[in-house]
């Protein structure tokens, strides 16, 4: 596997030849009513709290306007007090709190592994590429998390190869456009066009349109898209044209940055990585494809949270940079199903990818499914601040093989950061 980082800034990590996934062990596991809660509804309120005494029990909160009321119970006796509830006739109904999952409505829902296994095979469009039958449980809780919060349009940055205009699942959610590479727009195009790729894909794997019956779902489908253009439309770029990124991101509100590419250590990279935590911003980068423990930057910075790559069976990805001493976090990165350009781009022609979706593989899906994670988490605590969120994010992630050796936390988990 050739090593991306060379002098300049180039795309970190988005390694998109066919790489071979082991057969999983089991299938994903059904969800089932919310343990240590029942819902009841009585006839006169007034009587609720004689009722619930007589079985023991507190009193409940309200739901909304609906005169239902959220009453905790002893976890394994929820259906016992549900029999015993709707006997008595001052309830009118007694019900188990039900677990709601997420409309997925997206054409291509089940082949993103990385947001929730459904055991489902495909092939992807180029034909060279086969994820089979059957899901070890892998996959970030995406789906789980939505219950709590899809983002409430918490602005992230990508900054990276600019964000197509033409692909709908991801075009509307970019909310400011800034082009800081070398090559100019192009004349009738958006500011930030892509014609490289990588970006396009990156994007979508953060907030893709959810449940729009179209393509795919983003991990913070509610969030919206800061893209900034810091790599041109060959994918190579400069310390200076990230740390610009940088700055501009911050001042247009970004809550996350997310940045999946490398370079080598810049004295002037570290003072905007700085610049940016010091305001309160989480940042996030993809640790490498080297396959080894060389750092990379930013993502090595300490202000940084790097990411290493897992595959549908949660091991390491045979490309992944890795090292506990300085790679944080690992998330999906083979495979990773996403949007991209409907206008011809450099890796469709590199890499025979189709325009409009296609899998990548690399850090830079693995950095990207993090920083939408931890957008998820600043939704559900508004008033947290960066040290927090990226705690949330990191001592939450699942304990996978490798923990310890590969990346100092596990494998990143949506659901347990949002809680």
């Known amino acids: 596997m050739r090593k991306l980082f060379a002098a300049g800034l180039m795309a970190a990590a988005m390694v998109l030849g066919p790489v071979p996934l082991a057969l999983p062990a089991t299938a994903a596991q059904g969800a089932h009513a919310a343990p240590g809660h029942i819902i009841v509804k009585f006839r006169d309120a007034g009587a609720a709290a004689n009722v619930l005494q007589r079985h023991g029990l507190a009193g409940g909160s309200s739901i909304g306007g609906t005169g239902a009321q959220l009453v905790s119970v002893a976890a394994g006796g929820e259906t016992q007090l549900i029999d ?96 800081f590479s070398s090559s100019a727009t192009r004349a009738g195009d958006p500011v930030a066009e892509d014609y490289y790729g990588h970006g396009t894909h990156v994007a979508g794997n953060v907030a893709a349109t959810g449940n729009n019956t179209i393509g795919v779902a983003g991990v913070c489908p509610g969030c919206t898209i800061l893209a900034g253009k810091v790599l041109n439309d060959s994918g190579v770029g400069s310390s200076s044209s990230l740390a610009s990124g940088i700055d501009w991101a911050v001042s247009n509100g970004a809550r996350v940055i997310n940045m999946s590419l490398g370079v080598r250590a810049s004295r002037t990279l570290e003072a905007a990585v700085n610049n940016a935590w010091n305001k309160g911003v989480v940042l996030v980068a993809a640790a490498g494809n080297g396959g080894n423990q060389t750092k990379i930057y930013p993502g090595a910075y300490p202000n940084v949270i ?110 347990a950061a949002v809680k």
């Open 306 to 415: 790097a990411v290493g790559a897992t595959d549908n069976n949660d091991a390491k990805a045979s490309f992944s940079t890795y090292g506990a001493s300085w790679v944080d976090i690992a998330a999906p990165g083979v495979n990773v199903y996403s949007t991209f350009p409907n206008h011809p781009f450099v890796l469709a022609t590199q890499n025979n990818r189709s325009q409009g979706y296609d899998v990548g593989n690399g850090s830079s899906m693995s950095s990207a499914i993090v920083a939408a994670a931890a957008a998820l988490a600043w939704s559900a605590h508004p008033g947290a601040t960066n040290a927090s969120i990226r705690a949330d994010v990191e001592s939450t992630a699942d304990d996978v093989p490798g923990t310890g050796t590969y990346w100092a936390y596990g494998r990143v988990n949506a659901a």
């Open 84 to 179: 015993a509830l709707s006997g008595d006739p001052a309830v009118e109904y007694a019900e188990p709190d039900q677990p709601v999952g997420a409309a997925t409505s997206d054409q291509y829902f089940p082949r993103q592994y990385a947001l929730q296994n459904d055991g489902q095979s495909f092939t992807n469009t180029a034909g060279d590429i086969t994820v089979p039958a059957g899901t070890k449980d892998a996959d970030v809780d995406a789906v789980e998390a939505w219950n709590t919060t899809s983002g409430n349009g918490t602005k992230v940055a990508v900054l990276d190869s600019g964000v197509a205009s033409d692909n709908p699942d991801i075009a509307p959610k970019v909310v400011a456009r800034a082009n």
